[in-house]
Each structure stands twice: as structure tokens, then as C-alpha cells.
């Protein structure tokens, strides 16, 4: 069956809005737009807005965005609970419904995932890609370090190992959907349509999960959202940087900006949380810090998590921003000799795809940015020109996510 499009011929989840607002218990606010942040340009992502259809009124604080009946759902059935944070039985039941197709009951949900394409995630990547990546992070020096998601190791691990799932494609689909687009263990149509954001001035939704088995899923709106607005979600809330959400955290992340790429295959715009574990023999220094930009100069700003860098943090610092840039300078002939070229239709694991190079650049230049933005304040603090900005968390201060 073919999805409804709009007048530019984008998706725009009129199917998914109508079965959830069939449901007694269902709700999609009348303002909610789904589809292309740039109308009619298939390059852009899709996303969730509020109408600037003539008389769309905005979305109010507090309002309603949507309510998810618990049947309209996929998750891990009556296994289901609100501290449990990952499911072999939910990817399988995702598995079993996209199988079905336009059979399944949750048909007007499935038929929209049926059309999602993995090849964006790393665990996906072509090993030319993934072995670029490692460049790019010096064998693991850099963060993300560990290798696990780009080497499908995890896919191996949890689905084929720990769930003895198999290897279809279908199943496959599955694993990297509920890694995609899950909240915890449950696959949440409509919800999983916002885009991520950390920017305080964009992210404008909260979400409240089920307490139980039978409960449906709310999320709100944090703050007035105008006419054509994105209406964002945050995917690593709570992260050590987010202290303007600390009172609003119903579930916590340690995720920072390497692992948001590592998970999603996308660098988050600024700000950005940064972490990097500085090896010296046996021991390992954590350097963590958060990035943001000062709306009124545009200038970057970093603060420092718990203690400010020294020396050899610096100078581990100007290593890896000079290795970036040496790699830089080689970017034509790397082009030529690991990317696939748009007129070779076969694909080989030797060659990467251009989506794979374009985000390995994406994640080059976010490294470059943040490591010199610290090497910038740690200048300043030592020639006293600035005090160090210092975050200090104490231990209980950040809750778990398994
Ligand atoms: C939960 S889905 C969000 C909806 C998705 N855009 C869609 O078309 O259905 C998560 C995926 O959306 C994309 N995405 C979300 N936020 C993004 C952002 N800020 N920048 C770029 N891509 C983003 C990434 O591909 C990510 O893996």
C-alpha cells in the first residue's frame, strides 16, 4: 500500500494520525504536522511540525502533543516495565509485526518502518568506511572508543547472541529500528517521528511513559510552539551538560555527542557534550567538558566537567587536532581511493558509500571544532585571561541508564 503524501509528495503520517485518533484513547493535536523539514527536497529529513496552514494555531505549553494508546505500541507485551531499559522480546515482536505487514494490526505503523533503511547506521557501514572511522579517531584514542558499534559487534552481541535472534533482513531491521527509534523497549509511532535536539531554545517536548502495562504514552509541550516550528525530542536527556533539564529528568543518559553518532549515524548540532579518556600507560584520565555556543557573539564556550585539564591533557589535545588536520589535507586522494564512485553501481566492502564519507567528515570537523575550542580556553586560563567554567557533579547526581 503506498504511504499518503502531501501536495509536495512527502510522507506526511495522515494514516498513522487517523489510527491513533481512532483509538478512545488516542489523541494527536490538531496543530501537528508530519513531514519534510524542507517541503518537496528529498534530502531533507523528515520530521514533525506545527502546521502553518492558514488558521493552525500553535501548540500551547503544557498542551498535549500526542497520546499513544498502549495498544497502538510495540514493546515487550506483559513484560513490560518502566525501569527496564532494553528487550529481547520487544525487537522480536517488532520483527514478528513488520513480517506481517499489511496484516498487522499495527499496519499504518509497519508499513512506514518497512520503508526505513538501515545504511546510515555505523554498525552498517562498509568495512572501508568503518576502517576510516578509525582512522579518524586514531585507532579508538579518540572517542567513540569503543568499537562495538561500528564493527556490528553490538548487533552480533545482543540480537544474534544474547535474544538468538536471526539474521534476516527483517530481523536485522528490527534490531537497528528499536535502536533507532525506541524509547526504552517500546517503539512509539508518531513519537518517534521528532528529531533530535539539545538546544535549549529548540527542544520544546516532554515525555511521560507508561507506569504499567495498559498505559499510554503523553508527550507535551514544554513551551509555546509557533506555527511551522520543529517540535523536537532530545535523545540523550539528562546528559551531564543538560543541568537546564536536571528538574524535568524522568530518565537519564550518559550519552554524549561520539556516542549520539555512534548510535544514530548523525552529529547533533552544538551544544555538545564531550568526553574523551586520555591513556597513559596504565592509567586513564577522563576529560569531559560541554560545548556551547554564546547566542549574542556566536562564540564557542566551553565549560569543564568536575576538574580543568593540565598539561599532558593539553598537549593530547594539540596531537590529535594536528593528526585531524594532516588527514584533511589528504581529503582529495582519500576520496578517490575509499569512496564509491556515483557512476559504479556495484558495491564493495573496499569502497564506502558517500553518505559513509560525507558523515565521517561531519564527525571529523565536530572533533576539530571541539578539541580546538579546548585548547582555546585551556590557553586562556593559563595565561589568566579567563577563570575555568566548572560544572562539578556529585556521584548521586546523575541517575542510570542501563
Ligand atoms: C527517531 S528517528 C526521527 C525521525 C526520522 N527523521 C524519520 O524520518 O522517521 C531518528 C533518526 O532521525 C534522524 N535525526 C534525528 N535528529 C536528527 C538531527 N538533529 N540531525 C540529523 N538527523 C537527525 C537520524 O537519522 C536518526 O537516526
Same mark, same amino acid.
Given at each position: 500500500?503506498? $504511504?499518503?503524501?502531501?501536495?509536495?509528495g512527502?510522507?506526511?503520517?495522515?494514516? /498513522?494520525?487517523?489510527?491513533?485518533?481512532s483509538?478512545?484513547?488516542?489523541?494527536?493535536?490538531?496543530?501537528?504536522?508530519?513531514?519534510?523539514?524542507?517541503? +518537496?527536497?528529498?534530502s531533507?529529513?523528515i +520530521?514533525?511540525?506545527?502546521?502553518?496552514?492558514?488558521?493552525?494555531?500553535?501548540?500551547?505549553?503544557?498542551?498535549?502533543?500526542?497520546?499513544?494508546?498502549?495498544?497502538?505500541?510495540?514493546?515487550?507485551?506483559?513484560?513490560?516495565?518502566?525501569?527496564?531499559?532494553?528487550? !529481547?522480546?520487544?525487537?522480536?515482536?517488532?520483527?514478528?509485526? /513488520?513480517?506481517?505487514?499489511?496484516?498487522?494490526?499495527?499496519?499504518?505503523?509497519?508499513?512506514?518502518?518497512?520503508?526505513?533503511?538501515?545504511? %546510515?547506521?555505523?554498525?552498517?557501514?562498509?568495512?572501508?568506511?568503518?576502517?576510516?572511522?578509525?582512522?579518524?579517531?586514531?585507532?579508538?584514542?579518540?572517542?567513540?572508543?569503543?568499537?562495538?558499534? @561500528?564493527e556490528? %559487534?553490538?548487533?552480533?552481541?545482543?540480537?544474534?547472541?544474547?535474544?538468538? +535472534?536471526?539474521?534476516?533482513?527483517?530481523?536485522?531491521?528490527?534490531?537497528y $529500528?528499536?535502536?533507532?527509534?525506541?524509547?526504552?523497549?517500546l517503539?512509539?509511532?508518531?513519537?518517534?517521528?521528532?528529531?533530535?535536539?539539545?538546544?535549549?531554545?529548540?527542544?520544546?517536548?516532554?515525555?511521560?511513559?507508561?507506569?504499567?502495562?495498559?498505559?499510554? @504514552?503523553?508527550?507535551?509541550?514544554?513551551?509555546?510552539?509557533?506555527?511551522?516550528?520543529?517540535?523536537?525530542?532530545?535523545?540523550?536527556?539528562?546528559?551531564? !551538560?543538560?543541568?537546564?533539564?536536571?528538574?524535568? !529528568?524522568?530518565?537519564?543518559?550518559?550519552?554524549?555527542?561520539?556516542?549520539?553518532?555512534?548510535?544514530?549515524?548523525?552529529?547533533?548540532?552544538?551544544?555538545?557534550?564531550?568526553? @574523551?579518556? &586520555?591513556?597513559?600507560g596504565? *592509567?586513564?584520565?577522563?576529560?569531559?567538558? !560541554?560545548?556551547?555556543?554564546?547566542?549574542?557573539?556566536?562564540?564557542?564556550?566551553?565549560?569543564?566537567?568536575?576538574?580543568?585539564?593540565?598539561?599532558?591533557?593539553?598537549a593530547?589535545?594539540?596531537?590529535?587536532?594536528e &593528526?585531524?588536520? *594532516?588527514?584533511?589535507?589528504?581529503?582529495?586522494?582519500?576520496?578517490? *581511493?575509499?569512496?564509491?564512485?556515483?557512476?559504479?553501481?556495484?558495491?564493495?566492502?573496499?569502497?564506502?558509500?558517500?553518505?559513509?564519507?560525507?558523515?565521517?567528515?561531519?564527525?571529523?570537523?565536530?572533533?576539530?571544532?571541539?578539541?580546538?575550542?579546548?585548547?582555546?580556553?585551556?590557553?586562556?586560563? &593559563?595565561?589568566?585571561?579567563?577563570?575555568a567554567?566548572?560544572?562539578?557533579?556529585?556521584?548521586?547526581?546523575?541517575?542510570?541508564?542501563?
Amino acid at each position: 500500500t503506498a $504511504l499518503p503524501t502531501d501536495e509536495h509528495g512527502d510522507y506526511n503520517g495522515s494514516d /498513522l494520525i487517523e489510527w491513533i485518533n481512532s483509538h478512545p484513547e488516542g489523541y494527536v493535536h490538531p496543530s501537528l504536522r508530519i513531514g519534510r523539514r524542507i517541503p +518537496g527536497d528529498s534530502s531533507s529529513i523528515i +520530521g514533525t511540525f506545527v502546521s502553518s496552514a492558514p488558521g493552525a494555531k500553535p501548540i500551547e505549553k503544557d498542551e498535549v502533543i500526542a497520546t499513544i494508546p498502549w495498544d497502538r505500541m510495540i514493546g515487550p507485551g506483559d513484560e513490560y516495565s518502566p525501569t527496564t531499559f532494553g528487550s !529481547c522480546q520487544a525487537i522480536r515482536n517488532l520483527a514478528s509485526e /513488520l513480517k506481517l505487514g499489511d496484516n498487522s494490526q499495527y499496519a499504518p505503523y509497519v508499513r512506514y518502518l518497512l520503508t526505513q533503511s538501515i545504511e %546510515a547506521m555505523p554498525g552498517e557501514w562498509s568495512k572501508a568506511g568503518q576502517m576510516f572511522l578509525r582512522q579518524i579517531t586514531a585507532d579508538g584514542e579518540l572517542p567513540p572508543l569503543d568499537a562495538d558499534w @561500528f564493527e556490528a %559487534a553490538e548487533y552480533k552481541n545482543v540480537w544474534l547472541n544474547a535474544c538468538r +535472534g536471526s539474521d534476516d533482513s527483517i530481523e536485522r531491521l528490527a534490531y537497528y $529500528l528499536t535502536s533507532n527509534r525506541d524509547e526504552d523497549t517500546l517503539m512509539i509511532p508518531i513519537y518517534d517521528m521528532m528529531n533530535h535536539s539539545n538546544d535549549p531554545d529548540k527542544l520544546n517536548t516532554l515525555s511521560y511513559k507508561p507506569n504499567k502495562v495498559g498505559d499510554s @504514552f503523553v508527550f507535551k509541550a514544554s513551551r509555546r510552539i509557533n506555527p511551522s516550528e520543529e517540535i523536537f525530542n532530545c535523545y540523550n536527556r539528562c546528559h551531564a !551538560c543538560s543541568t537546564h533539564f536536571r528538574e524535568e !529528568c524522568e530518565t537519564y543518559s550518559f550519552r554524549g555527542t561520539p556516542d549520539i553518532f555512534a548510535h544514530y549515524g548523525f552529529v547533533e548540532e552544538i551544544p555538545h557534550y564531550w568526553w @574523551f579518556d &586520555r591513556n597513559e600507560g596504565h *592509567q586513564v584520565t577522563e576529560i569531559e567538558f !560541554c560545548l556551547e555556543k554564546i547566542a549574542a557573539t556566536g562564540e564557542l564556550s566551553v565549560s569543564w566537567i568536575n576538574s580543568t585539564p593540565g598539561d599532558h591533557d593539553k598537549a593530547f589535545f594539540v596531537k590529535h587536532l594536528e &593528526r585531524l588536520k *594532516q588527514i584533511e589535507s589528504n581529503k582529495e586522494g582519500l576520496e578517490g *581511493q575509499l569512496v564509491q564512485p556515483d557512476n559504479e553501481n556495484a558495491t564493495s566492502q573496499e569502497k564506502m558509500s558517500r553518505l559513509e564519507w560525507e558523515a565521517c567528515w561531519k564527525y571529523h570537523n565536530a572533533l576539530i571544532t571541539a578539541i580546538d575550542a579546548a585548547i582555546v580556553s585551556l590557553n586562556r586560563i &593559563r595565561r589568566g585571561n579567563a577563570t575555568a567554567k566548572l560544572i562539578v557533579h556529585d556521584e548521586y547526581d546523575i541517575g542510570d541508564e542501563l
